[in-house]
Nanobody, 115 residues
Framework: QVQLVESGGGLVQAGGSLRLSCAAS????????MGWYRQAPGKQRELVAR???????NYTDSVKGRFTISRDNAKNTVYLQMNSLKPEDTAGYYC?????????WGQGTQVTVSS
């Protein structure tokens, strides 16, 4: 089992920045990738960014150049630095951890960007 604790999020004006954090505990040695998804009202959940063991990163096109995902392996924590935020980034953001057995999800944190 892996437990996830998210922090960060909130309300910010367009052009501002936020940082999300997600700390994993439990069977964290089996983790193969950590990432963030988001879901806006009425839309499907989409991958925002993911970082795999070894450091390979991928981002959805709409956040490239604005968001940066990073990972502190010693703390089993993944971060999402979000800069130049836009109103269309408004959504619930969910931490996702992939292990060799299954995926785990955080409880979600709301990001709201005002225009």
């Amino acid at each position: 089992q892996v437990q996830l604790v998210e922090s960060g999020g909130g309300l910010v004006q367009a052009g501002g920045s936020l940082r999300l954090s997600c700390a994993a505990s439990g069977s964290s040695s089996s983790i193969s990738a950590m990432g963030w998804y988001r879901q806006a009202p009425g839309k499907q959940r989409e991958l925002v960014a993911r970082i795999r063991n070894g450091g390979y990163r991928n981002y959805t096109d709409s956040v490239k150049g604005r968001f940066t995902i990073s990972r502190d392996n010693a703390k089993n924590t993944v971060y999402l630095q979000m800069n130049s935020l836009k109103p269309e980034d408004t959504a619930g953001y969910y931490c996702n951890v992939q292990t060799v057995y299954r995926n785990y999800w955080g409880q979600g944190t709301q990001v709201t960007v005002s225009s």
